[in-house]
């Protein structure tokens, strides 16, 4: 490692708070006002004034605002615009979670105007800046935002432990996560529809494409008319265009839409963007519909448990405003908590492995052994180098590009890991086994251990997307506000290492092509002396992470591991289901959040067409 400086306490250190763009949260106070200053204020003042007399969308009022320099007044507006309380005590369906799936299915039950819908979210609505602006969504790990998970001790990593981010937010982890559009190897799809009839890839299409609104239009695999705006990142960084040629050079095959046909290849991502802003399920689903007053979407509720009378789902028991309230669902309760607060919740109200449940003292309603088993993720590492040129995201704080990101370009509006691909490490894999994130920035720890001096780097993230292992989520206690205790078993199959090691490898081969000449500065890690397959095998087990994408604690199917049926009904339960990515039978070979989304979708549609 070269002798930049380095703070492992200070996070996600690339990019300079951007004063200027009053990302903080707090417009700075000034007593004796520039005529500058003086004209901001006027078109504030106009700007607040339309959008509460509804003259500009909630939308171009994020747009104006962050233009003219007051994101961080749009905070009041827009809660004031988005957080509703229940006014009522029953509702047809009760949807917890308003996240990727959840709020797709929300969104999507109350198209069907005689239906009345519910979402408790646990999160505050969405208005915080650092989430519609692509590049500042780190800035969101560990904050209110975050449930900032952390794995226990895992074995492999000398006790070491995984950080595990999930939004806390209107759009769940839709609101911090990277924006990268995927949908995973078709054939993944393919062995869940063995034992779940309608969830191969063909029959799972029609609603990824129904849920998007690609950029390059309608077409075969692609969704034109959809709510989730879908498009090419507007400003690729130069240094993402040089890794891309690199590739090439390399020898790797390049791929222009990694959802279209083949899988592997080497190309720029498409992202969950319009016009540079984040499109989170939130922004997508929810909010037109709270805005259309079709559902009632209530922030800063937290879900305690699931009413269960007679072995039938009757009501949800939440905390908001320090007080305890029930909410009647007369038709159904849909659980959408995601993979590590869904088995939590399923537990806390009496459904799971009976030996853990008594052991926490709650009384078994339902003995359910397979809830919380079955944890699956992709893991990642870096492979990084200092930039010769002042042209990585460390810039990205600066007045120029504010001034860019007024027009919805510039490195504000980069999602970090702009490109990527698959390739198949293992050949007997049915689907790649191995993703690249490419980053024409520092990603060292989850951004944790990035130098702090403000010098350039960019990253090489080798992933392993198809690990042999599988974890749990297991209760810390019976009180839903505790923890719970979540283990990935991580390289309990030593032939996880292979597929990393082999991508150290090729990241340096890449990094190493003349097409990366007037970029590339020193290997900064795993560093020069790193050459061994063991040395190797010692980085990894000191730089992995996780790349955000826990799925599977419960688990589609009719086996004994099941915990819903292909329908998403909860085994043994009424009117109960459960759709977000803890219903994964299998991990997908690529980002999860379409997939989540697309499995919110269907929920919605196998429930309206029962
Ligand atoms: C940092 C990060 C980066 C990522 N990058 C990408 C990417 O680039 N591309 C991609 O495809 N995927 C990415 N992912 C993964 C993807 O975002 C998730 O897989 C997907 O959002 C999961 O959707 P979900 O509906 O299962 O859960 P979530 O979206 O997490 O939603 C669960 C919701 O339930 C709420 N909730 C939980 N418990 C309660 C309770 N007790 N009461 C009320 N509400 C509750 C939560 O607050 C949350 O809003 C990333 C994730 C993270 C965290």
């Not at 007051?70 to 979670?97: M, R």
């Not at 999160?123 to 975050?146: E, M, Q, R, V």
């Not at 607060?341 to 537990?347: A, R, T, Y």
């Amino acid at each position: 490692m070269s002798n930049i400086k380095h703070n492992k306490k200070r996070f996600l250190s690339h990019m300079p708070v951007a004063d200027h763009l009053s990302v903080k949260g707090h417009l700075p106070v000034k007593d004796n006002l520039s005529v500058e200053d003086n004209m901001k204020k006027s078109k504030q003042a106009q700007l607040h004034q339309d959008f509460n007399t509804a003259k500009v969308s909630r939308r171009e009022f994020i747009k104006v605002a962050a233009a003219i320099g007051v994101v961080a007044q749009a905070p009041f507006f827009l809660v004031a615009a988005h957080a509703q309380t229940t006014s009522a005590q029953e509702y047809d369906y009760v949807v917890i979670g308003a996240g990727s799936a959840g709020c797709a299915v929300a969104a999507r039950l109350s198209e069907d105007s005689a239906s009345k819908v519910l979402v408790l979210e646990a999160g505050p609505a969405d208005a915080n800046d650092y989430i519609h602006i692509p590049a500042t969504f780190p800035f969101l790990f560990k904050s209110p935002l975050d449930w900032n998970y952390t794995s226990v001790p895992q074995t492999a990593l000398n006790g070491g432990t995984l950080y595990i981010p999930r939004g806390k937010v209107f759009g769940g982890s839709s609101s911090i996560n990277a924006m990268i559009y995927q949908r995973g190897h078709s054939s993944t799809y393919d062995t869940w529809s063995e034992t779940n009839p309608g969830w191969s890839y063909a029959d799972v299409l029609p609603f990824f494409k129904k849920s998007e609104s690609n950029s390059r239009g309608e077409s075969a695999a692609h969704g034109g008319n959809g709510p989730l705006n879908v498009s090419e990142l507007n400003d690729p960084n130069p240094i993402t265009l040089a890794m891309l040629k690199a590739s090439k050079e390399a020898g790797y095959p390049m791929n222009d839409d990694f959802n279209d046909g083949d899988q592997e290849g080497i190309g720029m991502y498409q992202v969950t963007q319009k016009n540079g802003r984040r499109e989170s399920a939130a922004v997508s689903y929810l909010h037109p519909a709270i805005e259309a007053n079709r559902l009632t979407a209530q922030a800063d509720a937290m879900v305690l448990k699931i009413v269960i009378t007679n072995g039938r789902a009757t009501g949800v028991t939440f905390l908001a405003d320090g007080k305890e309230h029930t909410v009647t669902a007369r038709k159904e309760v849909i659980l959408c908590a995601g993979t590590i607060n869904s088995p939590q919740i399923l537990m806390t109200s009496g459904i799971g492995p009976k030996d853990h449940l008594k052991e926490h003292g709650i009384a078994v309603i339902h003995d359910l052994p397979s809830v919380g088993q079955n944890l699956q993720d992709h893991f990642m590492m870096p492979v990084v180098y200092t930039c010769t040129q002042p042209v990585s995201l460390s810039q990205a704080g600066s007045k120029e590009q504010a001034k860019l990101y007024a027009k919805g370009k510039g490195m504000l509006s980069s999602n970090i890991a702009e490109a990527g691909g698959f390739l198949k490490i293992d050949p007997q894999s049915p689907a790649p086994d191995l993703q690249f994130h490419f980053s024409p920035g520092y990603f060292i720890l989850d951004g944790a251990a990035n130098p702090t001096d403000g010098s350039d780097g960019f990253t090489i993230m080798p992933s392993l997307v198809q690990s042999k292992g599988t974890g749990t989520v297991k209760l810390a206690s019976a009180d839903p506000s505790i923890k719970p205790l979540i283990d990935h078993n991580i390289f309990q199959n030593e032939k996880d290492y292979d597929v990393l090691i082999a991508g150290v490898k090729i990241a340096r081969k890449i990094i190493a092509a003349s097409a990366l000449d007037g970029f590339r500065g020193e290997e900064y890690l795993p560093g020069l002396a790193v050459q061994t397959d063991e040395d190797i095998k010692t980085y990894i087990n000191k730089y992995i992470q996780t790349i955000y994408h826990p799925v599977g604690t419960c688990k589609m199917g009719s086996d004994n591991m099941a915990v819903v049926d292909y329908k998403l009904r909860v085994h043994g339960i009424g009117n109960l289901r459960i759709a977000d990515a803890s219903i994964m039978p299998t991990i997908i070979n690529a980002n999860t959040n379409a997939p989540s989304i697309m499995i919110g979708e269907k929920c919605a549609d196998m429930i309206r067409n029962a």
